[in-house]
C-alpha cells in the first residue's frame, strides 16, 4: 500500500526526523522545525517504505545505475537500487568539489538514477548530474525523499520527492518564538530530546 504524505510526516516525528520547537539552523537564521533524515534511515524499515516510493515511481523507466551524493543521499540511493535490483554508487566530496572514486565509473549511455535524501537548494544533485554527464551517460531522473526547495528546484530532467516540507525560517530580530521567550536549540547538542 502506498504511504501518504501525512503516513510520512508521522514517521518522521516518531523517529525524531522532524522536530518541532525553536532551533537556530546552521545558517543563523531561526526556526520552529528541524529535520534531520539520517533519524529516519537509521531504521532500515522505514528506509524500505519510504524509498519504495522512489523505486516505484521509476520501475518502469529504463535504469542501469543509481548514483548518489554522499553522505546524505547514500542510504537512499542503496535502498533504491536494491529494490530496482541496479548498480549502486556515490560521488564524495574532495576539495569541496564532488567526484566519482574509489574506481566507480559510469559508461558512456548508462541510464543514471540519481537519488537523494533532501533537496533544499539541490546543489549536489546538480554537481552529481554534471558528473554524469562528463561520463557521456544518461541521466534518468531524480528521486528524493524531501523536498525542502519550496517548489523552487528544476533540475531539467524528471524529478520525484515522497513529500514537500516547506522550510521556513526566519532572521533573528523576526523571530516570533524568541519574543515569547521559549528557549532556543542548536540541533546536534545535546539539549534535543525525543
Ligand atoms: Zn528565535
Same mark, same amino acid.
Given at each position: 500500500?502506498? *504511504? /501518504? &504524505?501525512? &503516513? ?6 516518531? /523517529? =525524531?526526523?522532524? *522536530?518541532? @520547537? ?9 526556526? #520552529? ?8 534511515? %537509521? ?17 518502469? /523507466?529504463?535504469?542501469?545505475? !543509481?548514483?548518489a551524493p554522499a553522505?546524505g543521499g ?8 536494491? %529494490?530496482? #535490483? ?5 560521488a564524495?566530496r574532495?576539495? $569541496?568539489?564532488l ?12 541510464? +543514471?538514477?540519481v537519488?537523494e535524501?533532501?533537496v533544499t537548494t539541490g546543489g549536489s544533485v546538480f554537481e552529481v548530474?554534471?558528473?554524469? $554527464?562528463?561520463?557521456?551517460? &544518461?541521466?534518468? =531522473? ?7 526547495? #519550496?517548489?523552487? !528546484?528544476?533540475?531539467?530532467?524528471? %524529478?520525484?520527492?515522497?513529500?514537500? *516540507?516547506?522550510? +521556513?525560517?526566519?532572521?533573528?530580530? &523576526?523571530?516570533?518564538?524568541? $519574543?515569547? @521567550? ?5 540541533? =546536534? ?6
Amino acid at each position: 500500500m502506498r *504511504l /501518504t &504524505e501525512q &503516513e510520512i510526516l508521522e514517521i518522521f516525528e516518531k /523517529t =525524531g526526523a522532524l *522536530l518541532r @520547537g525553536h532551533f537556530l539552523l546552521t545558517s543563523g537564521r531561526h526556526s #520552529n522545525v528541524y529535520f534531520q533524515c539520517a533519524r529516519v534511515l %537509521q531504521y532500515p524499515e522505514y528506509a524500505e517504505k519510504i524509498c519504495r516510493l522512489i523505486a516505484n515511481h521509476y520501475h518502469s /523507466t529504463e535504469i542501469d545505475t !543509481v548514483i548518489a551524493p554522499a553522505i546524505g543521499g547514500i542510504v537512499v540511493g542503496q535502498e533504491v537500487a536494491r %529494490q530496482l #535490483n541496479k548498480k549502486s554508487i556515490f560521488a564524495e566530496r574532495e576539495d $569541496k568539489t564532488l567526484s566519482l572514486r574509489r574506481g566507480f565509473i559510469l559508461e558512456k549511455g548508462e541510464k +543514471v538514477l540519481v537519488c537523494e535524501d533532501v533537496v533544499t537548494t539541490g546543489g549536489s544533485v546538480f554537481e552529481v548530474i554534471d558528473i554524469v $554527464k562528463s561520463f557521456e551517460a &544518461e541521466v534518468a =531522473g531524480v528521486g528524493y525523499i524531501v523536498d525542502r526547495s #519550496n517548489g523552487k !528546484v528544476n533540475f531539467g530532467y524528471p %524529478q520525484f520527492s515522497t513529500m514537500k *516540507l516547506d522550510a +521556513v525560517s526566519f532572521p533573528r530580530e &523576526e523571530c516570533s518564538l524568541c $519574543k515569547e @521567550g521559549i528557549e532556543l536549540i542548536k540541533p =546536534g547538542s545535546k539539549k534535543i530530546k525525543v
